[in-house]
């Protein structure tokens, strides 16, 4: 794997992630491949043992606060998470070709060749940028910077406003993904 330095040590504890796509190309400007990470948020959410505390999906990586139920180990989950979403995007990037798709799917094509991880094409970078949330101070610390993202990156300018964050769930509403509440 890389040499990431932030793993995720024990199963059961609650972390920070980052999943992010290889050389942080800017691939979830469509909302095509916002939705296909949603659906498979909850589909770890509803058989996998995911917990999703907040989440963002910005245009080029995932943040997420999650942990994996009792019986479950968040490594896993997420492994095959990644798996999942990296060929469902590169399909959906191959059956919808926009200006952008041949040169996607070269990139991921060369990553795959290049890193040899992946069969024919590697989306998402190897590490996860892990980071135990253990004290609940670190975690407001994280659930404020995921919902602040959007706004920082002036995509919008109240958090509750970007529709896929966890900010919507924390204001009374309900989001895309099913959140569980810190």
């Known amino acids: 794997m890389s040499g990431d330095r932030y793993k995720i040590a024990d199963q059961e504890e609650v972390y920070f992630l980052t999943l992010t796509v290889i050389y942080w190309m800017d691939v979830f400007t469509k909302k095509d491949y916002k939705i296909i990470v949603v659906d ?16 963002v999906i910005m245009s080029n990586h995932l943040h997420m606060i999650a942990r994996a139920k009792e019986g479950y180990k968040l490594s896993e989950i997420i492994r095959d998470f990644k798996k999942f979403t990296s060929k469902a995007i590169v399909k959906r990037v191959i059956e919808l070709p926009d200006s952008r798709s041949e040169w996607l799917v070269n990139k991921f094509a060369f990553e795959a060749r290049r890193t ?22 670190l975690i407001t610390q994280k659930l404020n910077y995921i919902h602040q993202n959007p706004v920082k990156q002036m995509i919008v300018s109240n958090p509750v406003d970007y529709l896929f964050s966890s900010a919507i769930d924390y204001a009374d509403g309900k989001g895309f993904v099913k959140i569980s509440h810190i």
């Open 40 to 55: 498979a948020l909850n589909y770890c959410i509803e058989n996998k043992g995911l917990e999703v505390f907040a989440y």
């Open 116 to 137: 040899k991880r992946a069969r024919d094409y590697k989306f998402w970078r190897d590490d996860n940028h892990a980071i135990c949330l253990a004290r609940r101070e």
